[in-house]
């Protein structure tokens, strides 16, 4: 079901040895989707709500009249929603809003000199909006992940939109309205991906020929969400337009595990993230070839008492996912660190220590009672996190996310006069004079002193 991959021997060779290349990895090519979503982007923008109603149609069969779902329907569906579901949301927006608000910084401000300050601002933004999707899984959990962060931060304004679902008489799932609902986002929008990504970079006005007073939707500074690859492409095309959180691929989960790894909660863990789509990737490495062929036969045992057998099956058999044997932890550390996962697993005697060690990953599970489902909903941590080998460089979605730094320069007379010789100086350097100029010009006839 699943491959082997094995590094044994090769480790002595490591400083030469791209691990990277040698790790499975889901092929992923946004840019051969991008051609495929421009024309949409495009219509949208142009015929705004009348194309959001056609792509409803064409996509999800599905006859809209209001793109933007009533508030009678938000209240509805959190009524109707299962009371220990309820308390299962609750409790996770609980959790990550408490991480949230202590990841929230503060302005800072640094007195460079006697009468000269550089203070630091931290301005969330004003608008943004956050995609869900309703495909192969309603993803409500995503609600709380997107949002919570952009509340404490302080965004004043969340819009979000979801696919309309014909069973649901062309709104988004209820579990997603519910959630909304539950975080008080009551600006919400029956649209589908690409066509909800255009959306909100563009704004939409509420007819063809409508005036910017009778918006259906206005425009964001900054779009959230997870979907597929086409919506990532949309995501590429409008960045610049509007900010994004990242271009996230399909899901993956790495574990590096020893002897002491219980092979029956490997492989239900390898399996929980195989059950996303089948092109998510599961990979095991270890040293142990013990734990590798128990965790076989775990994998061969579990799988058919899952819900979605083929879609784990083809997801576990496909060649983003594979058990990578290493000749030790050394070995399997340089592994995983090359792999990047999205998350990363630790089952190892000395797993804190080794989490230590790990340089990237979007989150790091350590031990045996920290499964990646557990931060898929109420561990606190958020699940929005760099896929593909992007947490070599990016991280996961955070307040931070939601907020950009500004820097406030306030000198006066005196301290300027100080450092007015270097700054003309290095204007000077860079044949720039007049920059050097609108200093000298603020010290009159004393200029060439600053006396």
């Not at 409803?56 to 109707?80: F, M, Y």
């Not at 991480?99 to 503060?106: D, I, K």
């Amino acid at each position: 079901m699943i491959r082997r991959i094995d590094l044994r021997g090769r480790a002595a060779n490591s400083a030469a040895l791209d691990y990277s290349a040698l790790v499975p990895r889901a092929p992923f090519d946004v840019e051969a989707a991008v051609e495929a979503v421009r024309p949409t982007l495009a219509d949208v923008r142009h015929r705004g709500v009348d194309a959001l109603r056609d792509y409803a149609a064409r996509w999800d069969d599905v006859e809209l009249t209001d793109i933007r779902v009533p508030k009678s329907a938000l209240e509805q569906a959190l009524r109707e929603l299962d009371p220990d579901v309820r308390a299962a949301f609750e409790e996770s927006i609980r959790r990550l809003r408490a991480v949230s608000e202590a990841e929230l910084e503060r302005d800072t401000e640094v007195r460079v000199v006697p009468g000269g300050t550089v203070t630091q601002r931290l301005v969330p933004f004003r608008r943004v909006g956050v995609y869900i999707p309703g495909g192969v899984a309603p993803l409500a959990s995503s609600v709380v992940m997107n949002v919570v962060p952009a509340q404490v931060a302080g965004v004043e304004s969340v819009a979000l939109a979801s696919s309309p679902q014909k069973e649901y008489g062309g709104l988004p799932h209820p579990t997603v309205l519910a959630v909304a609902e539950l975080l008080g986002v009551d600006e919400v929008y029956a649209a589908g991906g690409v066509a909800a990504v255009a959306m909100f970079a563009y704004g939409v006005p509420a007819g063809v020929g409508a005036d910017d007073s009778r918006l259906l939707c206005r425009p964001v500074d900054f779009v959230a969400g997870p979907g597929r690859i086409t919506t990532t492409a949309a995501k590429r095309l409008v960045k610049g337009t509007v900010g994004i959180d990242s271009e996230a691929g399909p899901t993956e989960i790495a574990i590096l595990a020893d002897d002491s790894a219980d092979p029956a909660y490997v492989a239900a863990d390898l399996i929980s993230q195989a059950e996303h789509d089948t092109v998510a990737a599961s990979v095991l490495v270890t040293p142990s070839e013990d734990l590798a062929a128990a965790v076989e036969g775990e994998l061969a045992h579990q799988v058919p008492a899952t819900k979605h057998v083929q879609r784990i099956t083809e997801a576990l058999s496909g060649e983003q996912s594979g058990i990578v044997l290493v000749d030790d932890l050394k070995q399997g550390l340089a592994v995983v660190d090359a792999y990047a996962a999205e998350h990363l697993e630790i089952h190892t005697e000395n797993a804190r220590e080794l989490a230590g060690r790990v340089r990237n990953a979007g989150a790091i599970f350590v031990g045996p009672w920290s499964p990646v489902s557990l931060g898929d909903y109420c561990a606190g941590s958020n699940h929005v996190l760099p896929t593909g080998g992007c947490a070599c460089h990016s991280s996961g979605l955070s307040v931070r996310s939601y907020l950009k730094a500004v820097h406030v320069v306030d000198y006066d007379q005196a301290a300027l006069r100080e450092v007015a010789g270097h700054v003309t100086a290095l204007a000077e350097a860079e044949d720039l004079p007049a920059h050097g100029q609108a200093v000298r010009a603020r010290f009159g006839s004393a200029a060439d002193g600053y006396a």
